[in-house]
């Protein structure tokens, strides 16, 4: 559970005994609360998710274009995003984070690494600001002590590791090596992978983390091949190209036994950064991640606004951070990220239901309750404001090289 202590409450109140001190007249309006929605990004502009960034920013300025179509967020239009960089680099992120608060921004989406939004989460929310990352899916951050100013549109991975599991063993495998990377989200989804394959009878051969930044990958390989295993999951974002071609060198490839990714993995271009005079090399591997593509309407819609989107990896899941904290603005009527905060859970469950910011919005003028279901599916949050369901994508790359969709399945948690 999170605290349930609003900061900037406490910085509302300390300004109004300040001014009262001062002999004002207690009228001036609250920084926090100027009627204007501002909203900053920290995303992936480059570093080794740099593959992630277009699609997650194009959808956050495509949900401003939407929210400002539809009469903007209290009568006024969102302005132009503060736009930051997290390229893979605590520091950088940081940097960017701190540039987005003394823009005085209300609400900041991303990061998009888990690491990297461990990175600035306690600097936001520290500040009493909005945090909504439409792609952390590390653990970690459902009992992260945020003052309930943290939220991510991204399910858990302990949602996504069973539907892994699960597809794992549908296709006949029983002996099961794992490897992922180093950090929050590795170490998290294979945690998580690992138990639902244990309870599902399978003998897991392996189950161990490598250092990212390794420059070679040959013993981790060597382990997988030693291990015996049926099936092997990588669990890795741009370090998995050499671990994949290690693993077809080793003769522990896709044409040998099963091997499974997960979302750090899903991309369009992986088959030719792996094998780039052979793209069937990874014909057959499959992996999980969260929808991208469930929702037609809104990948086209997308695609209208930003022509040259080739990977759409989690731009739901961003474009659902941008309109709940517009809505949670609406149900608030105040732009003031406190008040915001209090009402993010709410709008995305036990009430009216309404898919769109305008629908929503009117609902909400209406003096009625809502329920947005998002772009990605339904949120609704659960106390820890995250997903209590996730809708997993199940993805293949076939034997031209081409990324497909397997199956879309959903994964229920704990309320």
Known sequence: MRTSIRRSTIFTSAAVLLLAACGTSGNAESSDDDGELKLGYVLPET??????????????????????????????????????????????AAQSADREL?????????????????????????????????????????DYDDGGFYFRTAPSDALQGPILAKTIQGDGHKRVALIARADDYGKGLLDSTKKALEDGGATVTLAETYDPKATNYDQIVQKVKNSKPDAAVVIAFEEGTQILQGMIEAGVGPQQIGVYGTDGLRSEELPKLVAPANPAALAGMKGTAPASAANPAYVKALKAFAPSLKVLQFAPQTFDC??????????????????????????????????????????????????YDGVSGPLDFTDAGEPGQATIEVYTYNAKGQLQTVSTQVSKGQE
């Not at 570093?47 to 956050?60: E, H």
């Not at 179509?69 to 950088?92: C, F, M, R, S, T």
């Not at 945090?131 to 951050?141: H, L, V």
């Open 47 to 92: 570093g080794q998710l740099a593959f992630l960034g277009p699609p997650m920013i194009q959808s956050t300025n495509f949900a401003i274009k939407t929210i400002n179509d539809a009469g903007g967020v209290l009568g006024k239009p969102i302005p132009k995003v503060v736009g930051g960089d997290e390229a893979g680099q605590e520091a950088v």
């Open 102 to 142: 003394n823009a005085g921004v209300d609400a900041i989406i991303g990061a998009a690494a888990s690491g990297m939004s461990l990175a600035i989460i306690d600097r936001v929310t520290g500040e009493g600001v909005v945090q909504c990352s439409g792609s952390n899916t590390a653990p970690t951050f459902t």
């Open 322 to 371: 941008v309109t709940t904290i517009a809505l949670a603005a609406e149900q608030a009527k105040s732009d003031d990220p406190g008040k915001i905060a209090d009402e993010m859970d709410a709008v995305t469950k036990d009430g009216e239901k309404c898919n769109t910011f305008a629908a929503c919005k009117k609902l909400i003028a209406d003096g009625k309750d809502i329920d």
